[in-house]
């Protein structure tokens, strides 16, 4: 059975800060995703990691992806209001199914 | 772009009601998948459907079934909703050449009192 695992589950930061989210997980399969959600809201896709070593950004956020360690993460440089909540890793089992991690809420504080 | 669409976006119910969640997947899309959120929780695979066939199950409750109709739309109906399947319930659509992107919908936000 798949296991992702995020810390911090929560994050509270001030505005210009840069920090990193941690997506740890059990098997050795490449492919790994990051989503973020408004509250309320749907799932934001924000980066697919196709294989090892595979890095890509956009705008504030970097993520990376090291298959031999079973790590993922996601870097936020100067951080700004606007980047404010809920962050996802998630992973196939099987073809089909998604599994997430449990979610980092990250709130930036002025 | 066209994207998922679902509804209706709020639903409110009593329990042991029955509720029926609509999905219209992105125009070209074989397979359609429901998850479940729960307040403060990660979302939850339910089931998947690809070619109007079942391709996938999930944690989905005996109380629940979907189908997925020859225009690919889908349907995920509930019966005897108890307080707990009050969630957020989204479906998303791939199509099987690109089957490792999944487009999320903008979910039914179900409540059971």
């Known amino acids: 059975e798949l296991k992702v695992e995020q810390n911090p589950l929560f994050l509270s930061m001030q505005e210009g800060k840069n920090y990193t989210i941690y997506c740890n997980y059990s098997?050795?399969?490449?492919?790994l995703y990051w989503y973020r959600q408004d509250p309320g809201k749907s799932l934001e896709s924000l980066f697919v990691?196709?294989?090892?070593?595979a890095v890509k950004q956009e705008g504030r956020l970097m993520a990376s992806l090291d298959t031999k360690a079973r790590l993922s993460t996601l870097h936020i440089t100067a951080a700004v209001h606007d980047l404010s909540a809920t962050y996802f890793c998630?992973?196939?089992?099987?073809?089909?199914?998604?599994?997430f991690g449990q979610g980092t809420r990250l709130t930036i504080n002025p | 772009a066209a994207g998922v669409i679902q509804s209706p976006r709020h639903l409110i119910k009593e329990k042991r009601e029955t509720a029926t969640l609509k999905c219209y997947p992105i125009?070209?899309?074989?397979?359609v998948y429901w998850y479940q959120q729960g307040p403060g929780q990660d979302p939850q695979f339910l089931i998947s459907f690809y070619e109007k066939m079942q391709s996938d199950k999930g944690s989905i409750p005996d109380r629940f079934s979907a189908q997925q109709f020859s225009d690919y739309h889908s349907e995920l109906n509930m019966s005897s909703l108890e307080l707990g399947d009050s969630a957020l319930y989204f479906c998303a659509s791939s199509t099987r050449q690109v089957s490792y992107e999944q487009y999320f919908g903008p979910g039914t936000r179900l409540t059971v009192t």
């Open positions: 125009p070209r899309h074989d397979t």
């Open positions: 998630a992973k196939f089992q099987g073809a089909q199914k998604l599994v």
């Open positions: 990691l196709l294989s090892n070593g």
């Open positions: 098997t050795t399969s490449d492919r």
